[in-house]
């Protein structure tokens, strides 16, 4: 018969129970990243779910606003409709027209245009200054 020695025998044990720990070990931070995962998961679903709650209740206050509140207002004021009202509308508003804008505002600008170019181009270098000559027509006006 062959006899084993001790610590032969606890040299296997101490290798397999090393290779179990590094196993576990190993499953262990599986399972930690399933379970991340699945946490995460089951946040983003419970955000689902209330959001998907917090629709529909919008639309069914608003389909009952529509149905019962409106309807009953409206059933209540019937009378409203037949009441003479003095129809009172604000004067039309005296939008002038191209031609005004052009004899009011730009006419009187290309004459004033004109009359300082004529100034300028009519003065020769030995007469008068023309910026005087401008300056004396506005005091003038």
Request: contains cysteine; charged residues 20%; hydrophobic residues 45%.
């Amino acid at each position: 018969m062959l006899l084993t020695c001790p610590s032969d025998e606890s040299s296997r044990t101490l290798h397999t129970t090393s290779d179990l720990y590094t196993t576990f070990g190993t499953l262990l931070q599986t399972s930690k990243t399933l379970i991340t995962a699945l946490e995460r998961s089951d946040v983003l679903d419970r955000l689902l779910i209330l959001s998907s709650l917090v629709l529909f209740l919008a639309v069914s206050a608003y389909v009952l606003k529509k149905r019962i509140i409106d309807r009953s207002v409206s059933l209540a004021f019937w009378w409203v409709k037949y009441l003479p009202l003095r129809a009172t509308r604000a004067p039309p508003l005296d939008i002038p027209s191209a031609e005004a804008i052009k004899a009011t505002l730009i006419s009187p600008a290309l004459e004033s245009l004109d009359t300082v170019t004529s100034l300028l181009s009519s003065s020769a270098p030995g007469e008068n200054n023309p910026m005087a000559t401008v300056i004396e027509i506005h005091n003038e006006l």
